[in-house]
């Protein structure tokens, strides 16, 4: 393993770390690095910024349940093939690849919120909600550019229509002669089918996001009255027993 490889593996290891030790590990790695004559290293180590928790969770999945992260960025990849075709009015599935989306999600979301758990974090509707935009993100992107799975050191903002400006096809250039104009009004006219499918699109992945912050939010509340529930049981218990032996 070369230098270079040493120091990418060192870097994987401190956003697998604990959120608590992030910071002493990222330092400790900084000097390790500088003693050793590699400043430049040393100075990026230093750089690292320490993810929020909802960043950190996400890293997680992607380190411990790596099968299902990348079940999610492989339906993400099929479903934007999908679109694509579909703006060029091309047949293609896109029922498939929602569900196995839907699918992966859901299980990661599952998995998020024990690993917040095991690890002393409460799982709250708005840190679920960060975790849920950033996957979403991260499965919609065209590239994994600038989305460093695994090394999140922020949450990954969500898309918007704007974002998705690159699957409108362009139709053609303008062609000279008599047909330029015919071509160009054409031209326009194909585009704006396409952008109107588009933005439906992209409203309807929006709602889809905000059922599923609502049913997170379900899910919270849900909890906390199992809990009350399960402490008013308990002491009814205790209760019970000190009668009994009293």
């Known amino acids: 393993m070369t230098n270079a490889e040493k120091v990418e593996e060192d870097i994987n290891?401190?956003?697998e770390l604990p959120l608590a030790e992030f910071t002493a590990a990222?330092?400790?790695?900084?000097?390790?690095l500088k003693k050793a004559g590699r400043s430049g290293d040393a100075e990026r180590v230093k750089s690292l910024a320490k993810p929020p928790v909802s960043a950190w969770a996400v890293n997680q999945l992607y380190w411990r349940h790596r099968e299902t992260f990348d079940a999610l960025i492989a339906a993400g990849k099929q479903l934007r093939t999908?679109?694509?075709?579909?703006?060029?009015?091309?047949?293609?599935?896109?029922?498939?690849?929602?569900?196995?989306?839907?699918?992966?999600?859901a299980s990661l979301l599952h998995w998020a919120d024990l690993l917040l758990r095991e690890a002393g974090h409460t799982p709250t509707p708005e840190t679920m909600r960060?975790?849920?935009?950033?996957?979403?993100?991260?499965?919609?992107?065209?590239?994994?550019?600038?989305?460093?799975?695994g090394r999140l050191t922020q949450d990954v903002s969500?898309?918007?229509?704007?974002?998705?400006?690159?699957?409108?096809?362009?139709?053609?250039?303008?062609?000279?002669?008599r047909d330029a104009a015919a071509h160009n009004e054409a031209t326009a006219r194909a585009r704006r089918e396409a952008?109107?499918?588009?933005?439906?699109?992209?409203?309807?992945?929006?709602?889809?996001?905000?059922?599923?912050?609502?049913?997170?939010?379900?899910i919270e509340r849900a909890r906390t009255l199992l809990t009350d529930a399960e402490r008013r049981v308990e002491k009814a218990r205790k209760d019970l027993r000190e009668r009994r032996h009293s």
Request: aromatic residues 4%; glycine residues 6%.
């Open 82 to 105: 999908a679109y694509t075709l579909q703006l060029t009015n091309k047949p293609a599935d896109t029922h498939a690849p929602s569900a196995a989306k839907r699918e992966a999600l």
């Open 195 to 218: 952008e109107e499918r588009l933005k439906k699109t992209v409203e309807a992945a929006d709602e889809a996001r905000e059922r599923v912050d609502g049913l997170t939010a379900e």
């Open 13 to 15: 290891r401190l956003f």
């Open 26 to 32: 990222r330092n400790a790695l900084a000097t390790r």
């Open 158 to 177: 969500p898309l918007g229509f704007e974002s998705f400006a690159g699957l409108v096809p362009e139709i053609g250039r303008v062609k000279p002669g």
């Open 130 to 149: 960060r975790i849920t935009t950033s996957l979403e993100a991260m499965s919609a992107a065209e590239s994994k550019a600038g989305v460093p799975a």
